[in-house]
């Protein structure tokens, strides 16, 4: 049976082949029989919020099966991000692996798969204010409102070395996203003074 490990400088796991007792990355408590238990293991040690087991690989199956049907389907939506100058440039869900791809992306990806896929996920909203009290910036995710789980397939734009998809707690999410943009992110709660 493989065990699994995590590599320190990626954060991401891996199959271990190294003879026992050998391995670089760890002893053999730190060996996992599965990718997703490797994952929620080193996010437990990074003082990440950690999912019930069952609870993540139940959404991480989810979302997967999402991206499966988006390869299936050929899904593509219109690139609203950093690279989308080029203009017209049409992206894959495969594509928002990519840091760079993924940027600017996060509204479009939550919102065309809701639309294409499932009406019963949700669209969660984070935003950002300038130095002016304006609002600046805003992030996007899916949340699996029974679990109250967040799927996010475009945070890579934050963190290149996070799994894809991101699953995770929502106020793991808004911290995770905050701490790295290096900026304060807060719940869209849209008042009437904000209109």
């Known amino acids: 049976m493989a065990k699994y490990h995590i590599n320190p400088k990626t954060g991401n796991p891996g199959v271990c082949r190294a003879q026992e007792g050998k391995c670089p990355f760890g002893a053999?408590?730190?060996h996992y029989s599965s990718p997703q238990e490797a994952r929620l293991a080193y996010e437990k040690l990074m003082g990440q919020t950690v999912l019930d087991p069952e609870v993540y690989n139940r959404n991480l199956d989810y979302a997967l099966?999402?991206?499966?049907?988006a390869r299936r389907d050929g899904f593509t939506f219109p690139n609203h991000g950093a690279s989308g100058a080029a203009g017209g440039l049409?992206?894959?869900?495969?594509?928002?692996?990519?840091?760079?791809?993924?940027?600017?992306n996060c509204w479009t990806v939550a919102n065309e798969l809701i639309e294409t896929y499932d009406g019963q996920l949700e669209q969660y909203d984070i935003l950002a204010k300038d130095s002016r009290g304006l609002w600046s910036e805003a992030h996007s995710a899916l949340c699996d409102p029974q679990d109250n789980v967040i799927i996010d397939f475009t945070f890579r734009q934050f963190d290149p070395t996070s799994s894809w998809p991101l699953i995770t707690t929502p106020e793991d999410w808004r911290k995770r996203v905050s701490q790295a943009a290096g900026k304060s992110y807060v719940w869209d709660d849209f008042s009437e003074e904000d209109d």
């Not at 992206?91 to 600017?104: I, V, Y």
């Open 65 to 69: 099966e999402l991206a499966r049907l």
């Open 90 to 104: 049409r992206l894959s869900l495969d594509q928002m692996r990519e840091p760079l791809l993924a940027e600017g």
């Open 28 to 30: 053999a408590d730190e």
